[in-house]
């Protein structure tokens, strides 16, 4: 799970239920963007309970989607992943927006042990900006996009072994479930669960299985994330850590009516 794939036409796209659930999922990210709040939540922050109602019925739009598309594949297509199973809960996971690091920030902000939460992602993201930069001449602007040495940076990172500070290590699930990112919804592994260990000789070649968005929801998502005026680091220990300290200053997001 290092880079999230450029978005490509699923086999199933053209099914009634497919365009049914892109076209609810677009009506519903729409309305996040056109709330009057976003280009202040920066100086404000505060959203309205419809940012979180409209966000979260987009993201149960894609999970109905991804069912679908999962089931349209065949019996050649099983997928292998399991509840409980979290060998690639060790990725950094990129591609994360706003919206989604909001969403995950307002899920945890309650929580007992959120301090830890965020000092251990911060401790990741430090780990993974100091493999980067050991990669980088100096004076070099660090390397973003699609350049190799993201991938090559985040296997020397999985290679540690070190488990997604939302994991549950006594279970093996994932305590932001519900509202996870789509990098993370979006993965699938056709191979036995052991070979998506890094510690594993077939981890760089097992097969994996990837569910799309099409662009127009990708494009949507760009759309959020300009009018918050705010674009967090783009993995998720990175974003987490820096939208609670830059951000909200370890306030809670406030929840407007």
């Not at 290590?169 to 191979?191: H, K």
Request: hydrophobic residues 40%; charged residues 25%; proline residues 9%.
């Amino acid at each position: 799970m290092l880079e999230p794939t450029p978005p490509r036409a699923e086999p199933a796209a053209n099914e009634p239920f497919y365009r049914e659930q892109i076209a609810e999922m677009t009506r519903q990210l729409e309305a996040v963007r056109d709330l009057p709040e976003l280009p202040a939540f920066r100086s404000t922050g505060r959203l309205p309970a419809a940012f979180f109602e409209h966000f979260n019925a987009a993201l149960a739009c894609y999970d109905r989607l991804i069912e679908f598309v999962l089931a349209a594949d065949g019996p050649d297509e099983a997928i292998q992943c399991r509840k409980g199973c979290s060998n690639c809960c060790i990725d950094l996971v990129r591609g994360i927006t706003t919206p989604e690091i909001i969403n995950i920030y307002h899920h945890v902000r309650t929580w007992p042990d959120v301090k830890q939460l965020f000092e251990y992602h911060r401790d990741s993201a430090e780990l993974f900006m100091n493999i980067l930069s050991v990669m980088t001449k100096p004076g070099e602007e660090p390397p973003g996009g699609r350049d190799p040495r993201i991938a090559e940076a985040h296997v020397r990172f999985n290679s540690m072994n070190r488990r997604c500070g939302f994991l549950d290590a006594e279970t093996g699930c994932c305590r932001i479930y519900p509202v996870r990112p789509v990098a993370c919804r979006y993965f699938f592994s056709l191979d036995p669960p052991e070979t998506c260990s890094p510690l594993h000789v077939l981890y760089l070649e097992r097969r994996t299985r990837t569910v799309h968005l099409p662009e127009e929801i990708h494009a949507l998502l760009r759309e959020i994330d300009h009018r918050f005026g705010f674009r967090p680091l783009n993995f998720l220990a990175g974003a987490f850590c820096q939208f609670a300290a830059e951000v909200m200053r370890t306030r809670p997001i406030q929840i407007g009516q």
